[in-house]
Structures are given as structure tokens and as C-alpha cells.
């Protein structure tokens, strides 16, 4: 066979089997969503499960795409965790829609690498855009918004670990700069060792994380009764720091901690670092996306002092994952930061829009403005405040049913789709609970644990999720509980 009947193989098959294939793919993924309740929420296999249901090496000549259809149940659904599971409560929720799905299939048939304006123009002006959008149902003052004229705007980031890093990393570059004004004598290995960070001792582990990514010390805090760190406790650590020769530059304000989702006083300690000149960044990744909600705007006041915020709409917002939204009020320090700019990256048209490779930590970038803009459009602002307040209410409703048994307390208060709680009882009854629960296998959960109190964590995630799946979830944890107490 000649080259060129190879070649005209290879394009009639990707024209006609595999645009089949992609049809077939399609039916599969609603049919696996619609039922999705009926499937067991964490698979029972062990690890390396998977290295036996397949061959040792890759195949030498093409498989039919039926072969890859008729496997996918037994190779890779057998050891799926279904996180849109309604029976599924662990961690937080990771967004999910047809809308985001359909939107990523665009996005990955036009796959561009958006890296520059002019690798794909509509790449980044779609996701200033959408940034704009989000950032006005959130409530998010002007100054942080592109369309305020001035050089803010918002970006897209993978994940808000990466909004933390790159926060960090724009703090880190303003201070040196401005320490340097001070002291030109001094080494910037002499300033990076005198920087330092503060945080909510509750705070999530990805911002102690972008502390030795950045090489700077970071502090934990001891927050208040209600975990939330304070004005008055960050002025303390950065009053001491100070005098004992250390540079004060960056904070991270948790709004809806991971262990019990409680706020930060972010109005507080908005004062506190505008008074000392450090960079304020605001945490928002899972509760952000209830800021959509007038309703719940109080808890973060004082918004409009920080330097950086982020929420992740993977999250709760029904976007597929990855889709990470950050807004800068000085996207410059970052810019400044990150520019490295190689004669194959430049272009006509540098400074009349933005170049979102210098905004984030890899050059590359999808399209994913696209998956909000198709979850904005077709579900629009009052659907999505919908569905923000149904799983809030299905949490309140386990939270009753939960503080109708004595058994049972709650140990936090619930604000948003998270209801922590535990038995009346030691820590090691609770961990009992939570073997029984997970090993039943009907719902699955994790636990926290805070000074020294252990208890369970149960997250309303699925966008399936009905009152009638609260029930469940409860009997579970009721039927499991009866297992544990009788064995005292």
C-alpha cells in the first residue's frame, strides 16, 4: 500500500468512524448522567486494579471504536469515584453541566493554545469579557473589573492553589521592588529572607504550599470561636514581625474555610493591611460562587480592600472543572513578575489587550471562557441563584434532621452547603461512624478535625441531588450510628 492510500485511509476513517464515535460518546455521557444515582458512589477495587484489564503494550493496528465503548464499563467506570454522585457528600462539590460539557468539546475541536492576544484573538477577549460578567454578579467593586477603564481585570487560573501562588508571586515582586526604593543596598536574597506571610490557621493546605513554592515564610494564625481569623490578631503578628526585622507583604483572607467553611473578618483585616501597606488576597474558592446571592454578600465586606480575589465556578457554579477565576486590581506586579518576551511571542497588537501568559504560571491556556459563557447564557444569573440556594437548603435540611437526634450535634454552624457534625461521643466513636458509613457503601464522606476535635464533614455536591436524597444520606448515617453505639 502506497503512502498516499495510507493517507486516504487514515482521513476517511477520522471523517466517518470517528465522527461516529464522537456521536456515540455523546449518548453515553447523558445516559451515565441521567442514571448516575444508581451507580455504587466509590468503587471497591484495590490499587493496580486496572494494569491486568489491559494489554502489556499499545496495539499496532487500529482497534474499531467499538472495542473502546465496549471497555469503557469494565476498565475505567469500575474504578470511577462518582463525584456528581447525589450520595456523594465528601470534600466540596466539583461544578458539572451539559452547558460546560458542550463547551469543552468546543473548545477542545478548536484547540487553540491562547496564550497571546493574537494566537486567538476571541480566546482572550471573551474571557475579559466573561471575568467582567462574573465579577458584577458576584458584587465585586469596579476597581477590580476591566471595564472600569483602568488595569484591572480578571483571568482565568486552573485552580485557586494557582491564584494563591500567583498572588503570592505579585506580592513578592511589589515589595522588593518597594523595599528596594528604601534600601538599593540590600540583595533581593537579603529582602526574601526578611518577607513574610500570614494566613488563618484553617486555612486551606495549598496556601502553606504557595509559601515554599514562592520561598518565603508563612504564618499561621490562631483564629477566634468562630474560625475566623481577626483584625486585631494579624495586627499582632505583623506588629511583632516588624519589630524583629521581618517584612510584612502578603495575606490570604479564607472566605469559607475547607474543614468547616467558616469566614475570615475580612473587613478587619482589609483595615489592617492597608494600614501596613501588605497585599491582601481573598480565598473564596468554594463559597464564592453564593456571592451571586445578594443574600449572602455580607460575608465578604470589605472586599473592596483587598489586592486579589478568587472563587473557583468548578466549584459550585456549574462549570466543569478547570475554570478558576482571579481578579487583580494590579495585574501589573504580576505581569512584571512573570514577563519573559521571546521574539516568537510578540505581536502588532502587545499592550492593546491582554497577554494572559503573563497572568498565570504556564504559558499554554485553554478556551475556557467558552464553558462560562454557554453556564451564563443558557442557565442565566436567576437559575444559577437557584441552584446556589437549593443545596443550601438541602444542607439545613440535614442539619435538622441530624439536630433531631440526640445522638447526634452539629458542630458548626451551617451557612452554606456543608453540615459538619458529630456523635455525642470520643473521637474514636466518630471514626468508628465514619468506617461504618464509608463501608456500607451507599454514601460516601470525610471528616476534619479541629483542636482536637474529630467530626464529619457532609457536603451537598451534586447537582442531581433532591430532598429525597438527604433522606437517604441520613438513614445511612442513623443506620450506621445504631451499629456503632450498640457495640458499646
Known amino acids: 500500500m502506497s503512502d498516499q492510500d495510507t493517507k486516504l485511509n487514515f482521513e476517511t476513517m477520522e471523517a466517518g468512524d470517528f465522527k461516529d464515535f464522537a456521536k456515540a460518546m455523546t449518548d453515553y455521557i447523558a445516559e451515565y448522567l441521567e442514571n448516575i444515582r444508581d451507580r455504587q458512589v466509590v468503587p471497591s477495587v484495590k490499587p493496580g486494579y486496572l494494569r491486568p484489564l489491559v494489554p502489556e503494550q499499545a496495539p499496532e493496528k487500529a482497534e474499531p471504536w467499538t472495542a473502546v465503548m465496549a471497555d469503557i464499563e469494565r476498565v475505567v467506570m469500575s474504578g470511577v469515584t462518582h463525584w456528581h454522585s447525589p450520595r456523594f457528600h465528601a470534600y466540596f462539590p466539583t461544578a458539572n453541566s451539559y452547558p460546560a460539557i458542550v463547551a469543552d468539546m468546543l473548545s477542545g475541536a478548536i484547540a487553540c493554545i491562547g496564550f497571546t492576544w493574537i494566537a486567538s484573538p476571541a480566546c482572550t477577549e471573551l474571557e475579559v469579557v466573561m471575568l467582567d460578567w462574573l465579577g458584577q454578579m458576584l458584587g465585586l467593586p469596579e476597581s477590580f473589573l476591566a471595564r472600569s477603564g483602568g488595569e484591572a481585570g480578571g483571568v482565568i487560573q486552573g485552580t485557586a492553589s494557582e491564584a494563591t501562588l500567583v498572588a503570592l508571586l505579585g506580592a513578592k515582586n511589589r515589595t522588593i521592588l518597594r523595599v528596594k526604593e528604601k534600601h538599593p543596598e540590600w540583595t533581593d536574597t537579603e529582602i526574601l529572607s526578611k518577607l513574610v506571610g500570614y494566613c488563618n490557621k484553617q486555612a ?12 518565603v515564610k508563612l504564618r499561621s494564625l490562631q483564629p477566634d470561636g468562630k474560625r475566623r481569623l481577626r483584625g486585631d490578631t494579624l495586627r499582632d503578628a505583623i506588629e511583632e514581625d516588624t ?31 492597608n494600614e501596613h501597606g501588605v497585599w491582601l488576597h481573598v480565598d473564596a474558592a468554594y463559597a464564592g460562587s453564593a456571592f451571586i446571592c445578594p ?25 466543569n472543572f478547570d475554570c478558576s477565576a482571579l481578579w487583580l486590581k494590579e495585574p501589573r506586579w504580576i505581569i512584571d513578575a512573570f514577563n519573559v518576551d521571546p521574539l516568537y511571542l510578540k505581536h502588532d497588537m502587545q499592550g492593546s489587550a491582554p497577554d494572559y501568559r503573563h497572568w498565570q ?10 464553558k462560562l459563557w454557554f453556564v451564563l447564557r443558557l442557565y442565566g444569573v436567576e437559575n444559577l441563584q437557584k441552584h446556589i440556594r437549593k443545596h ?3 444542607a ?5 434532621l441530624c439536630s433531631a437526634d440526640e445522638r447526634f450535634e452539629i458542630y458548626e454552624e451551617v451557612t452554606m452547603g456543608l453540615v459538619c457534625f458529630r456523635l455525642n461521643d470520643s473521637n474514636e466513636k466518630n471514626e468508628e461512624l465514619l468506617r461504618r458509613i464509608n463501608g456500607r457503601g451507599k454514601i460516601h464522606l470525610v471528616p476534619s ?3 482536637d476535635t474529630y467530626f464529619l464533614r457532609l457536603a451537598i455536591c451534586s447537582r442531581f441531588s433532591e430532598e429525597s436524597d438527604i433522606h437517604v444520606s441520613w438513614e445511612e448515617v442513623k443506620a450506621s450510628a445504631d451499629e456503632v453505639l450498640k457495640g458499646q
Open 204 to 215: 486551606h493546605s495549598s496556601v502553606e504550599r504557595a509559601g515554599l513554592l514562592g520561598g
Open 243 to 273: 519589630r524583629n526585622g521581618l517584612i510584612p507583604f502578603y495575606v490570604v483572607a479564607t472566605l469559607g474555610t475547607t474543614s468547616s467553611c467558616a469566614f475570615d473578618a475580612l473587613d478587619e483585616i482589609g483595615d489592617v493591611c
Open 295 to 319: 443574600e449572602y454578600r455580607y460575608l465578604m465586606k470589605g472586599v473592596e480592600k483587598a489586592d486579589s480575589f478568587n472563587f473557583n465556578p468548578h466549584k459550585w457554579l456549574l462549570v
Open 361 to 370: 504560571i504556564p504559558l499554554g491556556r485553554r478556551f475556557r471562557a467558552l
Open 392 to 394: 443550601i437548603a438541602l
Open 396 to 400: 439545613h435540611l440535614f442539619e435538622k
Open 449 to 451: 478535625k479541629i483542636d
